[in-house]
């Protein structure tokens, strides 16, 4: 006889109190979820593993939220900006090594140097790569026409987080002041998906008064967002931001890692096609982090290319890894042995087949 979560997962659609029960499966059922999962991934997507080569072009950002560690008001940061040399060269590495793709990552700058400076070093990277590095972008909120000079200078995927789809809690972990409107966001987002990006975004899991709800309408704001390409990462206090002033609590990290894998697992079954990231902040939790989060459906990660002086500048939250963590022999930096039945998209962008479903409108 099927068990609670075993006949929800024999369903072909997913209401809310699926998607909810689906979430507080027991720890004894939650292999059972991940195992659908990858089973999922691999019949829709296929079983490669993709690159996305980081790059964390600058660290100055006008924004002031609430756990973020390089907010505008944490005067600890060194602030940096890399040379438009330094990131040609890590973009370099990237086509060298074959990964596919890079992603381009920064605190939030509209002003129009930055932007001008952007669209060049987009059509730069094109041009030497003969167009063949993939370019996702992840700049935070810009203006309608900066999304498009960035499209049209080559970038294609574009990642901006909602954080949190319920205004109400979106609103408790950032200030509340015009810079920081959840309708911006969404209009951003919008934005982003006209403009003809693949678009990405995410959610924090385990973020203060965030319940169990919460983390049910955020999967679904996904897929009613039909969104291409999800990166969902634990909440990790950072001790300079107002949300990290009372510090860290190893136990709730777990609890937090172990209900990200759960959201990575539902994602994947609720949407099957898209591209999910195995992020970092999973590995600052556990050195496994990103294998697991592998082992529940995600098909996407993310080794740093940022040159190693700048990475210390560049803690959003506490613990993420400064260290290098590819090498020639191994430049995804994943434990193959941990995910076996899965192997390495290198040379290809790896695009997700949602994105051109979603346009012909199927
Ligand atoms: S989360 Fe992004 S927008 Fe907010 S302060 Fe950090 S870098 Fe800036």
């Known amino acids: 006889m099927a068990t ?22 027991s720890e004894e059922e939650s292999p059972i979820l991940y195992r659908r999962a990858v089973t999922v991934r691999d019949r829709y ?20 939220c609430l756990y973020c560690g390089i907010r505008r008001e944490n005067h600890k940061v060194d602030r940096y900006t890399l040379t438009n040399d330094e990131v040609i060269e890590a ?42 590095l993939g370019i996702t972008l992840s700049l935070g909120e810009q203006t309608r026409e900066t999304y498009q000079r960035w499209f049209n200078a080559g970038a294609h995927r574009y990642l901006l987080r909602i954080e949190a789809a319920s205004e109400a809690l979106y609103r408790r972990v950032h200030p509340d002041d015009d810079l920081h409107r959840y309708h911006r966001r969404l209009e951003c987002l919008k934005i982003i998906q ?16 965030q319940t169990m709800t919460h983390l049910a309408d955020d999967l679904i704001f996904m897929r009613d967002f039909n969104i291409d390409m999800c990166g969902m990462g634990p909440f990790i206090e950072h001790s300079d931001t107002p949300l990290g002033a009372r510090g860290t609590d190893n136990l709730f990290l777990k609890e937090r890692f172990n209900l990200t894998l759960r959201m990575i697992a539902i994602i994947r079954i609720i949407m099957k096609d898209i591209n999910i990231v195995a992020s970092t902040a999973m590995q600052t939790i556990d050195p496994a982090g990103r294998e697991k989060a592998i082992s529940s459906g995600a098909n996407v990660v993310m080794p740093n290319l940022t040159p190693d002086k700048y990475r210390p500048g560049y803690r959003i939250y506490e613990g993420k890894p400064g260290f290098n963590e590819i090498n020639k022999t191994n430049i995804s930096g994943l434990n193959f042995d941990l995910i076996p039945g899965t192997t390495l998209g290198l040379g290809v962008w790896g695009d997700t087949p949602h994105y051109n479903r979603r346009l012909s409108g199927r």
Do not use: H
């Open 4 to 25: 609670g979560l075993s006949s929800i997962l024999e369903k072909k659609e997913y209401d809310r109190s699926d998607i909810l029960a689906m979430l507080q499966c």
């Open 91 to 132: 973009a370099l590495t990237a086509y060298r090594l074959n990964f596919g793709s890079i992603a381009i990552q920064s605190g939030e700058n509209p002003s129009t140097a930055y932007v001008d400076n952007m669209e060049e070093l987009i059509r730069t990277i094109r041009k030497l790569t003969r167009g063949q």
């Open 45 to 64: 997507i296929g079983n490669s593993i993709y690159l996305r080569g980081l790059i964390e072009y600058s660290n100055i950002c006008g924004k002031n």
């Open 194 to 209: 006209e403009t003809g990006y693949q678009t990405g975004t995410g959610v924090m899991v385990g973020l203060p008064y």
